[in-house]
């Protein structure tokens, strides 16, 4: 029953994204401008080949590709969230026997549902064109950016459902975009901070969005092993964690009587 319930808010999701075609496009075509700026950014940047580093100017490019890929499939609905709860609308869905969670996310998924189709389909492509031949790689970045995605979203969530307290909780999520920005991969390669730096940050949840599943591909396999441990650690810290949250704004929402 539950299942068919999710299915119809997929495909509810779907429709509404007919219905609001700008926002799709826009949403759809800023990882194209992130992939443009970066590119032409580092093509500035002298990397020193001879340092053994993973990136050189040749490998810079590919990177950078497979950013853009990974961030097609990263959305969240925080601010939707934090308005149904905000304007009470809450109410309306805390007595249907689904997942709230469940709810934002499969409506999520199906008005992005193109861009995740996309993402797919670029990342073969680009798999066949930098190797040649397909590889056990390419599926394990396929798991991986699907981790990077419930850990993006759940943020998100996260983030959402502070509402609950806080009312204008936008600023969290500001906070960790920040963050996510300059620690994540996603401007500069984690590996090329060195040092401490670049240790204590393979250990954030930050790179799990975009370095994990970039080094599925690009990085050694003595650390892929690793880095999906760490992926999947702080899928199941965030998802419990949520829940966590989102239990205690309802018993917030029972003590004043709604």
């Known amino acids: 029953m539950s299942r068919k319930v999710y299915l119809k808010i997929l495909h509810l999701g779907f429709r509404t994204m007919s219905e609001y075609r700008f926002n799709f496009w826009v949403h759809f075509f800023t990882p194209f401008f992130s992939l443009f700026v970066s590119l032409n950014i580092w093509r500035l940047v002298d990397l020193d080949s001879s340092s053994g580093s993973l990136f050189t ?7 950078f590709i497979w950013a853009f890929i990974t961030q097609l499939i990263l959305v969240n609905q925080h601010w939707e969230i934090a308005t149904n709860i905000r304007e009470g609308d809450i109410v309306n869905f805390v007595m249907k026997p689904i997942s709230h969670f469940g709810r934002y996310h499969a409506q999520s998924v199906g008005f992005n549902l193109l861009r995740f189709l996309f993402a797919i ?18 599926l394990l970045f396929v ?27 936008y600023g969290f999520y500001n906070m960790y975009m920040i963050f996510r920005y300059f620690f994540s991969g996603l401007v500069v390669p984690i590996s090329l901070y060195g040092g401490l730096l670049a240790k204590v940050l393979m250990y ?3 790179q799990a969005v975009f370095n994990t599943p970039i080094m599925m591909v690009m990085g050694k396999s003595s650390d892929l092993l690793f880095l999906l441990l760490i992926q999947i650690f702080w899928v199941s810290v965030l998802s419990v964690l949520s829940r966590l949250i989102y239990k205690r704004g309802l ?8």
Do not use: C, D
Request: glycine content about 8%.
């Open 204 to 206: 954030l949840p930050f």
């Open 121 to 138: 389909a670029a990342a073969i492509v680009m798999y066949r064109i930098q190797f040649g031949v397909f590889g056990f790689r390419i």
């Open 251 to 258: 018993k917030k929402l029972e003590a004043v009587g709604i």
């Open 57 to 63: 100017n040749e490998t810079i490019v590919p990177y």
């Open 143 to 169: 798991f991986s950016m699907i981790l990077a995605h419930v850990i993006e979203f759940t943020v998100g969530y996260i983030v959402g459902v502070l509402a609950f307290w806080i009312k204008l909780s």
